[in-house]
């Protein structure tokens, strides 16, 4: 964040393998945000051009997809459907974790094809958690209705009252 402010222009170079790619890409787009360019003139290579100055703005933060990730699990286990509603994601986000779905889905259908985390590493939890209640020829998970609202209200997820949704908003 430091270097737009120098005098002089700076390039740094991330030496591959380059993991977690979608945090850099975050980082950038923050910074344009408040009109700081960077420039990549070749993969991995980022041209920072000295004496830039950051602009106060208002934006607003989107939710994150590695927290998020949890809950879809939970509907996915309890087969919530359309009852659970989960908002506030921007499904075109340059967040890694939003991958999050689709790892859910290849669990699922019992893909044999292996995930690779390197770019989404706080996946990690949710999606073992998630492949050990899914199956694998294990207990299958508790019907819809075991899901106590007991555990939905300890889980800081709340009822709308409308017609029995349950809606959670990040």
């Avoid at 002089?8 to 009109?35: C, G, H, Q």
């Avoid at 974790?97 to 985390?117: G, T």
Wanted: proline content about 5%; aromatic content about 8%; hydrophobic content about 40%.
């Amino acid at each position: 964040f430091a270097l737009p402010l120098l005098e002089d222009d700076s390039d740094l170079y991330v030496i591959p393998p380059v993991e977690s790619r979608a945090y850099i890409d975050i980082t950038l787009d923050s910074m344009k945000l408040f009109n700081v360019e960077i420039t990549e003139p070749e993969p991995n290579h980022f041209h920072i051009q000295g004496g830039q100055h950051y602009k106060a703005a208002e934006v607003s933060v989107e939710a994150d997809w590695s927290n998020a990730a949890f809950l879809y699990a939970l509907k996915e286990l309890h087969h919530a459907g359309d009852s659970m509603n989960i908002e506030g994601l921007r499904y075109n986000s340059l967040q890694g974790d939003k991958v999050c779905l689709e790892y859910f889905e290849k669990i699922r259908c019992m893909s044999k094809e292996i995930l690779d985390i390197s770019d989404c590493p706080d996946l990690g939890p949710v999606l073992f958690a998630y492949a050990a209640a899914a199956g694998g020829g294990r207990k299958r998970a508790p019907a819809p209705d075991a899901l106590s609202a007991d555990s939905v209200q300890n889980a800081g997820i709340r009822n709308t009252g409308i017609s029995n949704r349950t809606k959670v908003r990040l």
